[in-house]
């Protein structure tokens, strides 16, 4: 039947990762709890014009005390992974010096949990929420901030390397330093092109640091790719597309995986890079297990004067350009259909971002550490109906699928988000959970995307040894 064609098309190696993922401040809440300190997000959503609607997430979907009836539901998911992220500043509220004991605390009740459950805490340091002490004294344009991270990189990994196998420094770099320092959409909302590029740099080197401070069992950088196509053929389109490949997915791939920046950005850059210090790319070079992979959509580029930021790029609220030197560059609605975010959906960019990391770069295992979509629910009773997700994750799993079989070594899959959520400067309005959040009562239901998921990752592990 076409539903048996459906699931041996989705057998995947034994061994293979079944994930979700969630990060600390779209879903913990409790900002105040136990010591935490602010972070720039804090700051951020309170700053009017910032986030739509002017929310925050004090609250959120209240993980911080509900983390076990979440767990309960990954379970119910049959999830074998779970890809979280440790707020920075509930473990160092000034984000240095005194260690916050009761944040730890936090995060072994919650990797207890986990694996209790037989699910494998997947570790990220930093999803975005940099303590505010740190952004009042400079923040990632300073490289002071990036040797701070490696001290708390240190600390997470002693206090927790005991229950974390699989850990990962820095979540979409790119984000942190564009969005947050040159288009102003993400906190700190900053816009200082010259500045987002020595962030860009000195989130890199953060995770240099932390690699090598943490001499983790398992440890990866986690960059945000894109398929990136010209609009035509023109030289223009070519150079834009060039240019929009070279920092968004080369800036990054290439100084992890190769030790270097790629010269033709730096020439479109044409900036004194002077803070980039002797060995500090051998440092972001430091050896990993692992690259995370974050993919969500194709962007297609056009060089020709009088474009604009389509809405494969757009933001919620008036900001500047994220593309530093390359402004001109407009971003082109090539007519696929979109999700509620204006995101073009199109797996066979996600072919073929793997398939480039895996021919252009040295070897080194990969994860899909996040994919999804918004889309809005319709809810019915107890049923959430959310075909359009279910069929976003379908597609994207089956060129998970080809690529394997194409030889690139993809170990792991991880569905962007578990739950509904925080979307940063979009506040609550995207869903991009597999489990619909009822944000005034926290109930949580399982979508129909869930209920697909789960039994495709039955199918797969139902021939997995169980350990005991
Ligand atoms: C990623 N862009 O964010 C993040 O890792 C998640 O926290 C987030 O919720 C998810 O994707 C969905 O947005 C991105 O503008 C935010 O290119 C913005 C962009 C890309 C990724």
């Given at each position: ?174 984000c942190a330093a564009f969005l947050g320092y040159a288009s102003g959409e993400h906190a700190p909302g900053r816009r200082e092109p010259e500045n987002a590029i ?271």
């Amino acid at each position: 039947t076409q539903e048996e064609r459906t699931r041996s098309q989705l057998r995947f190696p034994t061994g293979f990762s079944w994930g979700a993922a969630t990060s600390a401040y779209q879903i913990e809440g409790a900002v105040t709890a136990d010591g935490r300190g602010t972070s720039i997000w804090d700051t951020f959503t309170r700053t009017p014009g910032r986030v739509v609607g002017g929310e925050h997430a004090d609250v959120t979907i209240d993980h911080y005390h509900r983390y076990r009836d979440d767990v309960r539901i990954m379970a119910d998911l049959g999830l074998s992974a779970y890809r979280f992220s440790v707020s920075w500043p509930r473990i160092q509220p000034d984000g240095s010096g005194q260690i916050n004991q009761k944040g730890l605390d936090f995060y072994k009740r919650l990797t207890d949990e986990l694996l209790a459950h037989g699910i494998d805490p997947w570790l990220t340091l930093y999803h975005w929420d940099l303590p505010q002490t740190l952004e009042d004294a400079g923040g990632w344009p300073n490289r002071d901030t990036a040797l701070r991270f490696a001290d708390y990189a240190a600390v997470v990994h002693e206090a927790l390397h005991d229950r974390v196998h699989t850990w990962s420094t820095v979540n979409e770099p790119w984000c942190a330093a564009f969005l947050g320092y040159a288009s102003g959409e993400h906190a700190p909302g900053r816009r200082e092109p010259e500045n987002a590029i020595r962030a860009a740099h000195h989130l890199n080197l953060a995770h240099g640091l932390a690699v090598q401070a943490m001499d983790a069992r398992r440890v990866g950088g986690c960059v945000n790719l894109y398929a990136i196509t010209p609009a035509g053929s023109s030289e223009e389109d070519l150079d834009a597309a060039r240019r929009i490949d070279g920092l968004q997915n080369r800036f990054f791939l290439d100084a992890l995986l190769t030790g270097r920046y790629p010269q033709d950005v730096l020439d479109d850059l044409a900036m004194d890079l002077s803070f980039v210090e002797d060995g500090d790319l051998k440092t972001i070079n430091a050896p990993i297990d692992l690259l995370l992979v974050n993919y969500y959509s194709r962007f297609t580029v056009s060089g020709a004067a009088g474009g604009g930021r389509a809405s494969a790029a757009a933001a919620p609220v008036e900001t500047a350009s994220p593309w530093i030197g390359s402004e001109h560059v407009s971003f082109v609605n090539a007519g696929r259909p979109v999700t509620s975010m204006g995101w073009e959906i199109d797996e066979s960019g996600l072919l073929e971002v793997l398939r480039r990391v895996a021919r252009d770069y040295p070897p080194v295992a990969l994860v899909i550490s996040e994919n999804g979509a918004a889309f809005d629910d319709v809810l019915e009773g107890e049923r959430v109906h959310d075909a359009e997700r279910r069929a976003y994750l379908e597609a994207h799993l089956r060129v998970c699928r080809e690529a394997i079989d194409s030889g690139v070594p993809l170990e792991g899959y991880f569905a962007w988000s578990l739950m509904d959520n925080f979307e940063w400067a979009w506040g609550y309005g995207k869903r991009f959970g597999l489990v619909h959040v009822d944000y005034e009562t926290q109930r949580r239901l399982l979508k129909d995307s869930a209920l697909w998921y789960a039994e495709i990752i039955r199918q797969n592990r139902r021939h997995e040894p169980t350990d005991s």
